[in-house]
C-alpha cells in the first residue's frame, strides 16, 4: 500500500477532548484515484494533512511510500513524493512570474539548475499551460492558476496528488479543466486523492472515504457509496441527482433496472425502461 494508517487520533489543542480525527484506518493503493467525500469540519484537511507531514502524528501509525511521517528526517523526501494543491489558487504563487514560480518550488528541492527549465515546461505542458511561461499568475483565470500551482507540484515529479477542494473556488468550467487534468494523471499512473464537497466529482473515482464527524464513516466504491441513502443522510451529503432521481422514481412506482450515477446512466436507463413499454 502507498498510504497505510491506522488508528490516526488528532486534536488540535492536543490533549483536550476534542478530536478532529478518530481512530482513522486507510489504506491506498499505488495508482488509485481516491475521493474524500465528507460535510465541513469532518476531517477531510486535517487526515490529509498527515501524509506529508504538514500536521504532525499524535497518536497511530501511518506509513506513506514506505516513509513512517513521524521521521523527521525524510520530511523533505516525503513532501516532495506527496504533492499538494489547495483550495485558493491566489494564495500558492511566491513569485509574479509562473515560470519563476515553479522553479522556485525546483529550487528549493535543490534540483540541479540545467535541469529545471526543462521541468518547468514538461509541467507547464503536463497541464495544458505551455506558452504562459512569462505570465504573472495574477492574470490568469482561476482554472489557469490552479493548474498552474499543480505544475509546481507536477515539476517535482511526486508520486500522491492531493487535491484539497482545488475546485472549489472555480467557475464550472474551471472545474472542468481541474477534473480533466486529475484524471490525465491518474491514467499516466499517478495517485490521486481528492477532497471535494462535490458529489458528481467522485462518480468515477476508484474508491470513496466517507468521512464524519472525524471518523471514516465508509469506504467503497461510488455505487456502494452514493447510492446508500441512509449512509449519506449520516454523513449530511446529497447524493448526486440521478441517484435521488432514481429513488423518486420507486416512490411513484416506477423502477430503473439500476441506480444511475450520472446523467447519461440516467438516461440510459429511462430509455430502457420506454423501449419496454
Ligand atoms: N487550525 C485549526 N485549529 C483548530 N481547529 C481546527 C483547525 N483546523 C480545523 N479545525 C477543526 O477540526 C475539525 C476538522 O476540520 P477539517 O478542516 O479537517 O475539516 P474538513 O472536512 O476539511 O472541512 P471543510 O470541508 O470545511 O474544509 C473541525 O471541527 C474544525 O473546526
Ligand atoms: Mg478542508
Request: some cysteine; glycine content about 8%; proline content about 4%.
Amino acid at each position: 500500500m502507498l498510504v497505510e494508517g491506522k488508528n490516526i487520533c488528532f486534536s488540535y489543542d492536543f490533549g483536550g477532548s476534542s478530536f478532529a480525527l478518530q481512530d482513522v484506518d486507510i489504506s491506498i493503493a499505488k495508482g488509485e484515484f481516491v475521493a474524500i467525500l465528507g460535510c465541513n469540519g469532518s476531517g477531510k484537511s486535517t487526515l490529509v494533512k498527515h501524509f506529508n507531514a504538514l500536521l504532525q502524528l499524535q497518536k497511530g501509525e501511518l506509513r506513506v511510500a514506505q516513509i513512517d511521517v513521524r521521521n523527521e528526517q525524510e520530511i523533505w523526501l516525503l513532501r516532495r513524493l506527496c504533492g499538494m494543491v489547495f483550495q485558493n489558487p491566489d494564495n500558492q504563487f511566491v513569485s509574479s512570474v509562473v515560470e519563476e514560480d515553479i522553479a522556485f518550488g525546483l529550487e528549493n528541492y535543490e534540483v540541479p539548475r540545467d535541469e529545471i527549465p526543462e521541468r518547468v515546461q514538461s509541467a507547464l505542458s503536463l497541464v495544458e499551460m505551455s506558452g504562459y511561461e512569462k505570465r504573472a499568475p495574477n492574470t490568469l483565470s482561476g482554472g489557469q492558476k490552479q493548474r498552474v500551482a499543480l505544475a509546481g507540484v507536477l515539476a517535482l515529479d511526486p508520486e500522491i496528488i492531493i487535491f484539497d477542494e482545488a475546485t472549489a473556488m472555480l467557475d464550472p468550467g474551471g472545474r472542468q479543466e481541474v477534473v480533466k487534468i486529475m484524471q490525465k494523471l491518474h491514467r499516466a499512473g499517478k495517485t490521486i486523492i481528492a477532497i471535494t464537497h462535490y458529489v458528481e466529482e467522485t462518480v468515477a473515482a476508484d474508491k470513496i472515504i466517507l468521512m464524519h464527524r472525524g471518523r471514516v464513516l465508509a469506504c467503497g466504491s461510488p455505487h456502494t457509496i452514493l447510492t446508500n441513502l441512509e449512509l449519506m443522510k449520516e454523513a449530511e451529503m446529497i447524493p448526486p441527482l440521478p441517484v435521488r432521481l432514481y429513488y423518486d422514481l420507486r416512490e411513484a412506482g416506477i423502477y430503473l433496472n439500476h441506480c444511475p450515477l450520472t446523467k447519461e446512466e440516467l438516461v440510459a436507463a429511462i430509455c430502457q425502461l420506454r423501449s419496454k413499454t
